[in-house]
């Protein structure tokens, strides 16, 4: 059974930066999978923030085009989100996200901006 662990949210000031780490449990199949994070608030659906392919090529939505940057480490089954620039209404718990037959999601990181 895969399992994902993502590390690294925590609280920060508007303006500022966070770097969010998601590791896979198993490398078997981690370089051929695309990997996305996606975010959630309280009442609202999950929605994804930035995907990159097992290539590298990446995606991002609209919101956060130019301040985060989605990259993975196959050697240690390791995606990350460098998040610069932070805004209030960036807030929200981040899940990272694999696909592989089946979609895989992790436990969620909190990120709190403050204002």
């Known amino acids: 059974q895969l399992q994902l662990v993502e590390s690294g949210g925590g609280l920060v000031q508007a303006g500022g930066s966070l770097r969010l780490s998601c590791a896979a449990s198993r490398s078997t199949f981690f370089s051929v999978s695309p990997?996305?994070?996606?975010?959630?608030?309280?009442?609202?659906?999950?929605?994804?923030?930035?995907?990159i392919s097992s290539g590298g090529t990446t995606n991002y939505a609209d919101f956060v085009k130019g301040r985060f940057t989605i990259s993975r480490d196959n050697a240690k089954n390791t995606v990350f989100l460098q998040m610069n620039s932070l805004k209030p209404e960036d807030t929200a718990v981040y899940y990272c996200n694999l696909v592989y037959l089946i979609t895989y999601?992790?436990?969620?990181?909190q990120v709190t901006v403050s204002s």
Do not use: D, F, I, S
């Not at 990997?35 to 995907?51: D, H, I, N, S």
């Not at 999601?105 to 990181?109: D, H, L």
């Open 105 to 109: 999601w992790g436990q969620g990181t």
């Open 35 to 51: 990997m996305a994070w996606y975010r959630q608030t309280p009442g609202k659906e999950r929605e994804l923030v930035a995907r």
